[in-house]
């Protein structure tokens, strides 16, 4: 049984950069497709992107974050992380990391995944 802890949230400024972590317990990490999701207050859980179990096979975002967030991880560490820049106000939610045992590009639903994170609050003000 994998537990994923999520942490780096915090307050920050628009334009303004965050790197939040997501740390795995187990030794099955490196089996594991990474993905972040984030819902906002009154609003549905969005897909935010993902990175294969290698990291080799790619990563892919959600529009809205294209070109500003940097999916990455590091088995030896088992550790996930988002890099967040040029926040936006519009990027304010809890951040969830999940794990599921198959990488599927393009998959943004929320489906089939077999661990989730408690979550971590990012604001950023305007």
């Known amino acids: 049984q994998a537990q994923l802890v999520e942490s780096g949230g915090g307050l920050v400024q628009a334009g303004g950069s965050l790197r939040l972590s997501c740390v795995a317990s187990?030794?099955?990490?490196?089996?594991?497709?990474m993905s972040w999701f984030r819902q906002a207050p009154g609003k549905e859980r969005e897909f935010v992107g993902a990175?294969?179990?290698?990291?080799?096979?790619?990563?892919y975002y959600t529009d809205s974050v294209k070109g500003r967030f940097t999916i990455s991880r590091n088995n030896a560490k088992n550790t996930a992380y988002p890099q967040m820049n040029s926040l936006k106000p519009e990027d304010t939610a809890t951040y969830y990391c999940?794990?599921?045992?198959?990488?599927?590009?393009?998959?943004?639903?929320?489906?089939?995944?077999?661990?989730w994170g408690q979550g971590t609050q990012v604001t950023v003000s305007s």
């Open positions: 990175v294969s179990q290698s990291g080799d096979a790619g990563t």
């Open positions: 999940a794990a599921r045992s198959y990488y599927y590009y393009g998959d943004y639903g929320s489906d089939n995944y077999d661990y």
């Open positions: 187990g030794r099955t990490f490196s089996t594991y497709a």
